[in-house]
T-cell receptor, first 108, second 117 residues
Protein backbone atom coordinates (compact mmCIF):
# COMPACT_ATOMS: atom_id res chain seq x y z
CA UNK A 1 0.00 0.00 0.00
CA UNK A 2 0.81 3.66 -0.15
CA UNK A 3 3.08 4.99 2.57
CA UNK A 4 1.81 8.09 4.34
CA UNK A 5 3.95 10.08 6.75
CA UNK A 6 2.90 13.01 8.86
CA UNK A 7 4.87 15.60 10.74
CA UNK A 8 5.33 16.64 13.41
CA UNK A 9 4.27 13.56 15.43
CA UNK A 10 3.47 15.70 18.44
CA UNK A 11 2.65 19.37 18.77
CA UNK A 12 1.89 21.51 21.80
CA UNK A 13 0.39 24.92 21.24
CA UNK A 14 -0.67 27.82 23.37
CA UNK A 15 -4.29 28.70 22.80
CA UNK A 16 -4.54 31.26 20.01
CA UNK A 17 -1.44 30.11 18.17
CA UNK A 18 -1.33 28.95 14.56
CA UNK A 19 0.11 25.69 13.27
CA UNK A 20 0.85 23.75 10.11
CA UNK A 21 0.63 19.98 9.86
CA UNK A 22 2.22 18.15 6.96
CA UNK A 23 1.36 14.91 5.14
CA UNK A 24 3.71 13.25 2.63
CA UNK A 25 2.66 10.29 0.54
CA UNK A 26 4.66 7.86 -1.53
CA UNK A 27 2.61 7.41 -4.68
CA UNK A 28 -0.07 8.96 -6.85
CA UNK A 29 -3.41 9.03 -5.10
CA UNK A 30 -7.02 9.31 -6.15
CA UNK A 31 -8.00 11.33 -3.17
CA UNK A 32 -6.81 12.65 0.16
CA UNK A 33 -8.72 13.42 3.33
CA UNK A 34 -7.86 15.04 6.63
CA UNK A 35 -9.51 13.72 9.80
CA UNK A 36 -9.61 14.75 13.42
CA UNK A 37 -9.89 11.91 15.93
CA UNK A 38 -11.45 13.07 19.17
CA UNK A 39 -10.58 11.64 22.60
CA UNK A 40 -13.39 9.09 22.26
CA UNK A 41 -11.99 7.70 19.04
CA UNK A 42 -14.51 9.16 16.63
CA UNK A 43 -13.03 10.20 13.30
CA UNK A 44 -14.38 13.47 12.01
CA UNK A 45 -13.86 14.32 8.37
CA UNK A 46 -12.29 17.76 7.97
CA UNK A 47 -11.46 17.98 4.28
CA UNK A 48 -11.62 15.99 1.13
CA UNK A 49 -8.77 17.55 -0.83
CA UNK A 50 -7.02 15.57 -3.58
CA UNK A 51 -5.62 18.84 -4.94
CA UNK A 52 -5.89 22.56 -4.48
CA UNK A 53 -6.84 24.58 -1.43
CA UNK A 54 -9.93 24.60 0.77
CA UNK A 55 -10.92 26.55 3.84
CA UNK A 56 -13.46 25.90 6.56
CA UNK A 57 -13.48 28.44 9.34
CA UNK A 58 -10.17 28.39 11.19
CA UNK A 59 -8.98 25.38 9.23
CA UNK A 60 -7.62 25.27 5.73
CA UNK A 61 -5.80 22.67 3.68
CA UNK A 62 -3.63 22.59 0.59
CA UNK A 63 -2.60 19.57 -1.46
CA UNK A 64 0.12 19.64 -4.10
CA UNK A 65 -0.47 16.28 -5.74
CA UNK A 66 2.46 16.54 -8.15
CA UNK A 67 4.83 16.91 -5.21
CA UNK A 68 2.95 14.36 -3.09
CA UNK A 69 2.22 16.39 0.00
CA UNK A 70 -0.63 18.11 1.78
CA UNK A 71 -0.72 20.73 4.51
CA UNK A 72 -3.36 21.40 7.16
CA UNK A 73 -3.40 24.87 8.69
CA UNK A 74 -5.00 25.59 12.04
CA UNK A 75 -5.34 29.23 12.98
CA UNK A 76 -6.20 30.72 16.36
CA UNK A 77 -6.12 27.29 17.96
CA UNK A 78 -8.58 26.41 20.71
CA UNK A 79 -8.43 23.73 23.40
CA UNK A 80 -11.17 21.86 21.57
CA UNK A 81 -8.77 21.42 18.63
CA UNK A 82 -6.78 18.95 20.73
CA UNK A 83 -6.67 15.40 19.46
CA UNK A 84 -5.01 13.46 16.72
CA UNK A 85 -5.03 14.65 13.13
CA UNK A 86 -4.73 12.06 10.39
CA UNK A 87 -4.42 12.38 6.68
CA UNK A 88 -5.56 9.43 4.60
CA UNK A 89 -5.12 8.72 0.92
CA UNK A 90 -6.81 6.42 -1.55
CA UNK A 91 -5.16 4.23 -4.14
CA UNK A 92 -6.71 2.94 -7.33
CA UNK A 93 -8.80 0.48 -5.34
CA UNK A 94 -10.09 3.34 -3.25
CA UNK A 95 -8.88 1.84 0.00
CA UNK A 96 -7.97 4.49 2.54
CA UNK A 97 -4.44 4.40 3.93
CA UNK A 98 -3.84 6.47 7.02
CA UNK A 99 -0.82 8.49 7.95
CA UNK A 100 1.05 8.24 11.20
CA UNK A 101 -0.91 11.09 12.76
CA UNK A 102 -0.08 14.33 14.56
CA UNK A 103 -1.09 14.54 18.21
CA UNK A 104 -2.05 18.12 18.96
CA UNK A 105 -2.40 19.50 22.47
CA UNK A 106 -3.66 23.03 22.87
CA UNK A 107 -3.10 24.46 26.33
CA UNK A 108 -5.05 27.41 27.73
CA UNK B 1 -25.38 13.35 6.12
CA UNK B 2 -24.24 9.75 5.97
CA UNK B 3 -24.21 7.93 9.29
CA UNK B 4 -22.46 4.72 10.22
CA UNK B 5 -23.46 2.99 13.41
CA UNK B 6 -21.02 0.60 15.05
CA UNK B 7 -21.85 -1.72 17.93
CA UNK B 8 -20.84 -2.48 20.54
CA UNK B 9 -18.77 0.53 21.51
CA UNK B 10 -16.95 -1.42 24.17
CA UNK B 11 -16.67 -5.13 24.90
CA UNK B 12 -14.72 -7.24 27.34
CA UNK B 13 -14.49 -10.95 26.64
CA UNK B 14 -12.68 -13.96 27.98
CA UNK B 15 -9.76 -15.45 26.13
CA UNK B 16 -10.91 -18.15 23.72
CA UNK B 17 -14.34 -16.74 23.06
CA UNK B 18 -15.55 -15.00 19.90
CA UNK B 19 -16.81 -11.45 19.55
CA UNK B 20 -18.95 -9.99 16.80
CA UNK B 21 -18.85 -6.31 15.88
CA UNK B 22 -21.55 -4.79 13.69
CA UNK B 23 -21.24 -1.89 11.29
CA UNK B 24 -24.40 -0.47 9.78
CA UNK B 25 -24.94 2.30 7.28
CA UNK B 26 -28.11 3.98 8.52
CA UNK B 27 -29.21 6.21 5.68
CA UNK B 28 -27.34 4.98 2.65
CA UNK B 29 -26.39 1.77 0.96
CA UNK B 30 -22.78 0.75 1.32
CA UNK B 31 -21.52 -1.66 -1.29
CA UNK B 32 -18.07 -1.44 0.23
CA UNK B 33 -17.07 -1.33 3.89
CA UNK B 34 -13.66 -1.22 5.45
CA UNK B 35 -12.39 -2.53 8.78
CA UNK B 36 -9.50 -0.88 10.57
CA UNK B 37 -7.56 -1.67 13.70
CA UNK B 38 -5.89 0.91 15.89
CA UNK B 39 -3.46 0.23 18.71
CA UNK B 40 -2.99 2.85 21.43
CA UNK B 41 -1.33 5.99 20.14
CA UNK B 42 -0.89 4.51 16.71
CA UNK B 43 -2.45 5.04 13.32
CA UNK B 44 -5.32 3.14 11.78
CA UNK B 45 -4.32 0.01 9.91
CA UNK B 46 -6.59 -1.30 7.20
CA UNK B 47 -7.47 -4.91 7.95
CA UNK B 48 -9.87 -5.81 5.19
CA UNK B 49 -12.32 -4.59 2.63
CA UNK B 50 -15.73 -6.16 2.53
CA UNK B 51 -17.90 -6.07 -0.55
CA UNK B 52 -21.59 -6.83 -0.46
CA UNK B 53 -22.28 -10.31 -1.74
CA UNK B 54 -18.67 -11.39 -2.16
CA UNK B 55 -15.68 -12.43 -0.10
CA UNK B 56 -13.72 -9.89 1.81
CA UNK B 57 -10.27 -8.85 0.72
CA UNK B 58 -7.73 -9.02 3.52
CA UNK B 59 -4.58 -6.98 3.84
CA UNK B 60 -1.28 -8.76 4.07
CA UNK B 61 -0.65 -10.22 7.48
CA UNK B 62 -4.30 -10.27 8.56
CA UNK B 63 -5.58 -13.78 9.28
CA UNK B 64 -8.86 -14.27 7.49
CA UNK B 65 -9.78 -17.24 9.68
CA UNK B 66 -9.18 -15.14 12.75
CA UNK B 67 -11.10 -12.10 11.62
CA UNK B 68 -14.23 -13.24 9.85
CA UNK B 69 -15.99 -10.60 7.80
CA UNK B 70 -19.48 -10.89 6.43
CA UNK B 71 -21.20 -8.28 4.27
CA UNK B 72 -24.55 -9.91 3.63
CA UNK B 73 -26.55 -6.80 2.89
CA UNK B 74 -26.04 -3.30 1.57
CA UNK B 75 -26.32 -1.85 5.07
CA UNK B 76 -24.54 -4.32 7.32
CA UNK B 77 -21.04 -5.67 7.65
CA UNK B 78 -19.86 -7.72 10.60
CA UNK B 79 -16.42 -8.50 11.94
CA UNK B 80 -16.07 -11.55 14.15
CA UNK B 81 -12.91 -11.99 16.15
CA UNK B 82 -12.70 -15.74 16.66
CA UNK B 83 -10.97 -17.42 19.59
CA UNK B 84 -9.90 -14.07 20.91
CA UNK B 85 -6.62 -13.67 22.76
CA UNK B 86 -5.25 -10.75 24.77
CA UNK B 87 -3.14 -9.63 21.80
CA UNK B 88 -6.39 -9.06 19.88
CA UNK B 89 -7.28 -6.30 22.31
CA UNK B 90 -7.51 -3.15 20.26
CA UNK B 91 -9.76 -0.43 18.90
CA UNK B 92 -11.64 -1.55 15.80
CA UNK B 93 -13.25 0.99 13.47
CA UNK B 94 -15.39 0.44 10.42
CA UNK B 95 -15.92 2.70 7.48
CA UNK B 96 -18.61 2.59 4.86
CA UNK B 97 -18.59 3.87 1.34
CA UNK B 98 -21.60 4.34 -0.91
CA UNK B 99 -22.01 2.50 -4.18
CA UNK B 100 -22.00 5.61 -6.29
CA UNK B 101 -18.26 6.05 -6.07
CA UNK B 102 -18.64 9.35 -4.28
CA UNK B 103 -15.18 10.29 -3.13
CA UNK B 104 -16.73 12.11 -0.22
CA UNK B 105 -18.39 8.94 0.92
CA UNK B 106 -15.97 7.64 3.56
CA UNK B 107 -17.92 7.70 6.80
CA UNK B 108 -16.58 6.13 9.96
CA UNK B 109 -18.27 4.38 12.83
CA UNK B 110 -17.53 5.39 16.39
CA UNK B 111 -15.31 2.37 16.97
CA UNK B 112 -15.31 -0.67 19.24
CA UNK B 113 -12.83 -1.06 22.04
CA UNK B 114 -12.16 -4.75 22.55
CA UNK B 115 -10.46 -6.00 25.67
CA UNK B 116 -9.66 -9.70 25.92
CA UNK B 117 -8.92 -10.92 29.44
Amino acid sequence: GIQVEQSPPDLILQEGANSTLRCNFSDSVNNLQWFHQNPWGQLINLFYIPSGTKQNGRLSATTVATERYSLLYISSSQTTDSGVYFCAVSDGANNLFFGTGTRLTVIP
Amino acid sequence: GAVVSQHPSRVICKSGTSVKIECRSLDFQATTMFWYRQFPKQSLMLMATSNEGSKATYEQGVEKDKFLINHASLTLSTLTVTSAHPEDSSFYICSARGGGGDPYGYTFGSGTRLTVV
